[in-house]
């Protein structure tokens, strides 16, 4: 419509594309495309979920005290430096919405996820991208791209789709050697797969400006209740909690998180699983030819010969009833991911690329 014209930037966005979840003429497929828990949800989050039901006609908590206090309690955090959102995804945008605008660089990585660039579009801000190193997030690239006008500076740790992780040491010194008007944002969507790594938290606590933001969309097996959280330094909180919607997640939502995190039993097997069949998985597709980098995340980013093998081996894999993700749109045309799924799923998938590598097709 003449005149009528949106904020600039947001007619740039490229839609975010999800995992696919079907394949025509196909039951039963396997999805191995969006990185869900094989498991499935919490038996407790499923049980809340049944109980909260007959009090849905009631506003939820605005607060979420009680879901605060019981990731505090089991992550060892201060409760009143956690803000809950409609996943993190929420938690991200209100970093885009509250620290960047127009004028405003917002730095992502090469690989990086795609909302980060997304996010920075929305509020009008420029999405700067930096390189990484053979799929590895590089803190020298990124201390080289910043500026005075570089607002906030977004890392996955694990990385999605890469799968690879930088250490403690290497955050530090990108947190410390930032120029001071920017954030830190260390999203941890997968950390939660990484023995003894805390997402940051420390880091967070020792430092102010950094952090950090979880989800319960993928180790725990609520991707369809949306609720993540971040954990942060006050002052950012109380910034971030002016511009939250009061009733942002449903009564529905904040008792299934709440009752998945304190199933510590089937948070344990989801970790357990994932790293063994992970491992298995990755060997077998290095077997057929097909190598991957060390994997610290719930998937294994498969490496093609080239972008046409690549795509021919989804679409091999599709006819099979198999969705794993293409990574085109990531900078990865000759890579696919594929979720580490249970036992079964891994070894029809290895099984499959090995037929399609022998030529079977
Ligand atoms: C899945 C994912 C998220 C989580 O998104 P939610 O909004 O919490 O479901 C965040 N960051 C990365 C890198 C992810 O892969």
Known sequence: MAGIEPQPGIMDIALYVGGKSSVDGVSNVIKLSSNENPFGPSPAAQDAVRRVVHEIHRYPSTDHAELRTAIAEVHGLQSSRIICGVGSDEVLQFLAQAYAGPGDEVIHTEHGFAMYAILAQSVGATPVEVAERERVVCVDTILAA???????????????????????????????????????????????????????????????????TRTFSKLYGLGGMRVGWGYGPQYIIDVLTRIRQPFNLSSVALKAAEAAIRDTAHVE??????????????????????????????????????????????????????????????????????????????????????????GAR
Not at 160 to 176: F, H, K, Q, S, V
Not at 269 to 288: G, P
């Open 146 to 212: 910043c500026s005075d006008r570089t607002k906030l500076v977004f890392i996955a740790n694990p990385n999605n789709p890469t799968g690879t992780m930088i250490g403690l040491a290497e955050i530090e010194r990108l947190a410390d050697n930032l120029p001071p008007q920017a954030i830190l944002v260390l999203d941890g969507a997968y950390a939660d797969y990484v023995e003894g790594y805390d997402g940051g938290a420390r880091l967070v606590e020792s430092r102010q400006n950094v952090i950090m």
């Open 269 to 358: 097997k989801s970790r357990e699983e994932n790293t063994r069949w992970r491992a298995w998985l990755a060997e077998a597709l290095a077997e057929h030819g097909v190598p991957s980098d060390a994997s610290t995340a719930n998937f294994v980013l498969a490496r093609f010969g080239s972008p046409d093998e690549a795509g021919a081996c989804d679409t091999f894999l599709q006819s099979q009833g198999i969705l794993v993700r293409r990574v085109t749109g990531y900078k990865l045309p000759a890579a696919l991911r594929i979720t580490v799924g249970d036992e079964a799923s891994c070894r029809r998938v290895a099984h499959c690329i090995g037929l399609f590598k022998a």
